[in-house]
């Protein structure tokens, strides 16, 4: 059973449509529940998609040759005047035609585009891959009047003029053909990793980072990302420590919880699957895997206030990290949900676990008791255990001696768990892409605790007044801080080191089910939530929810994001 929603139904994006697989840029290691997402421009690759160009497979191989074949001649200032003085090339429309076009008038150089070294600083990791930009000396000419464009008539203001002469016209053609460049010069540099010829990848990260400067919006934030995580690699500058405190990184998703809709949509499906295996029930508890600041609970809290008959008496056990700084930084979240439980009268207790991972807790540390009906939540956590051998193992046993009547799974819908370098990073190249284009589209809302609309005595969607707020620069700004530190892990980091290891609902599917789970099937008034919540928040035209199998993915246009699912013991 499969039913989707969609604020505006004709909405198409140029960063979600589907992805071909042809030439240099494939996306390897997709998962077949990713087809019912291809249902718009089919056949066009999604990287290039992404800047404005529209290429089919059949003419992918045509396409990248034609561009190596252009990249000698925008290295010499031969070729460059020949451009100026034949004729005015703007932003095409028909990139396979355009090309075609170019290389007729063009006669390029044979000589290969040379890279000047002299600028690489080993200690600036920015030098590395950003050098200062090289200045293009004019070419003057005396061309026909077809290619004389006046600055105050210009239709297109990546074509320039040089005012300080009127007679010596100076054309650019439009940067954007840079981008196409730019994806193949990342792909380059990751296949040369993977091959290990470093002195090769240098190169091809030196371009990619020369590159993505010349790009604008989301395109140029991903690259950059992807450029220098692809620099740590090559010069093995992992991050040091390898992971942040858990109160910065706490701040980060605080950042990225106001950016977007994705991890309200985490806290609001998955709360509503624990609130309806709570029908009826006295005593209540949930374990959280990732208490964090605690931000999925106040919602939940009100929906068990409004409970006809009463809310039942709530036990919350929440497990983070340790603070680094000898802080009990659980217990302050503790004690703020406790006042807000006392606000709205419902009975409530707390207890904050501080633990390196999930696999050292023990099933006897979380006084379980027979007459409480037991609920254990997961959002983005799971996919880190995979970093260490017969972890997750250990944690999913665990939760099965527990006996919980719901386990809530929120995990990203991507793979980036492989054990090829290059279909890791083709994945989180086309996965971090989209995911960059949401937030430069996304209005964002206001996510606090109060006054946010509820569907059917549901889980309130956490949008205070039904309406939404613009989304601030600071929020934008470590909302992609937040994902490239994610890119970082999945392209630079190696061994326990990387955690970001997510996996698809088909691959969760299958590790869920050797443990002793099946699936639940979220209901109905979880898709009602995600469809308000897409309807409230800014932008939503892009972002769309589908129930497949009874589990809930939520995407941007064409591509799958995160998915919620919910479990319970065979």
Not at 148 to 167: H, K, L, Y
Not at 233 to 249: E, G, N, T, V
Not at 273 to 296: N, P, R, S, T, W
Not at 419 to 429: D, N, P, Y
Request: aromatic share 8%; net charge negative.
């Amino acid at each position: 059973m499969k039913r989707n929603h969609t604020a505006v139904t004709a909405a198409t994006s140029a960063a979600g449509t589907s992805s071909a697989t042809a030439a240099d840029v494939t996306e390897k290691g997709k998962n077949n529940n990713n087809n019912m997402w291809n249902e718009d421009d089919a056949g066009v690759d999604e990287l290039l998609a992404v800047l404005g160009y529209k290429v089919k497979s059949a003419d992918m191989v045509d396409v990248a040759q034609k561009i190596e074949h252009l990249e000698g001649v925008f290295g010499n200032d031969d070729g460059l005047s020949q451009i100026a003085s034949d004729s005015v090339h703007y932003n095409p429309s028909d990139l396979h035609s355009w090309l075609e076009s170019m290389i007729c008038e063009l006669n390029p150089s044979p000589e290969p585009v040379i890279i000047d070294d002299s600028f690489v600083n080993d200690s600036d990791l920015q030098a590395m891959i950003y050098p200062p930009p090289k200045k293009v000396k004019p070419n003057c000419s005396s061309s026909s009047s077809s290619s004389t464009v006046t600055g105050s008539a210009n239709p297109n203001p990546s074509i320039q003029n040089n005012n300080s002469n009127s007679n010596n016209q100076v054309v650019i053609v439009d940067s954007q053909e840079n981008g196409i460049r730019l994806v193949h010069t990342l792909m380059a540099c990751a296949e040369a990793i993977q091959q290990e010829n470093y002195q090769l990848a240098e190169s091809l990260v030196k371009q990619a980072g020369m590159l993505a400067v010349s790009q604008a919006g989301a395109m140029r934030k991903v690259a950059t990302c992807f450029a220098e995580a692809l620099a740590r690699k090559i010069y093995r500058l992992s991050p040091q420590p390898p992971h942040d405190p858990p109160a910065f990184s706490d701040l980060l998703q605080m950042h990225f919880y106001e950016t977007c809709p994705y991890l309200k949509f985490a806290h609001f499906t998955a709360n509503q699957a624990i609130l309806e295996a709570f029908a009826g029930k006295k005593k209540v508890h949930v374990i959280d895997f990732g208490m964090k600041q605690g931000m999925q609970w106040p919602a939940l809290m009100q929906a068990l206030a409004l409970r006809p008959g009463g809310p039942p008496t709530f036990r919350l056990t929440g497990i983070g990290p340790p603070s680094g700084d000898n802080t009990d930084y659980l217990q302050e979240v503790g004690w703020k949900l406790a006042q807000l439980a006392d606000t709205i009268h419902v009975e409530f207790k707390f207890r904050g676990f501080i633990a390196g991972s999930l696999a050292d807790l023990e099933p006897s540390m979380f006084d379980l008791r027979n007459d409480e009906v037991l609920a254990v939540n997961s959002v983005f956590e799971l996919h880190q255990l995979l970093a260490r051998p017969g972890a997750i193992d250990k944690v999913l046993s665990a939760v099965k001696q527990m006996s919980p009547e719901i386990l809530t799974v929120v995990e990203q819908e991507a793979n980036h768990n492989g054990t090829s370098f290059l279909e890791r990073f083709t994945e989180s190249l086309h996965y971090y892409s989209t995911l960059f284009d949401s937030l430069e589209s996304s209005g964002g809302g206001d996510g606090g605790v109060g006054g946010g609309a509820a569907v059917n005595g549901g889980v309130d969607v956490g949008v205070n007044g039904g309406g939404v707020s613009p989304v601030s620069s600071e929020d934008r700004f470590m909302s992609e801080v937040y994902l490239g530190k994610q890119i970082c892990n999945v392209v630079a980091c190696e061994g326990v080191d990387r955690v970001e290891r997510h996996e698809t609902l088909t691959q969760w599917k299958t590790r869920l089910d050797s443990a002793g789970f099946e699936a639940v099937h979220l209901g109905s008034n979880a898709f009602k939530q995600a469809s308000m919540l897409l309807a409230l928040f800014a932008g939503g035209d892009g972002y769309r929810v589908v129930e497949e199998d009874g589990c809930l993915m939520l995407g941007w246009h064409t591509r799958p994001l995160i998915t919620t699912s919910a479990w319970k013991i065979r």
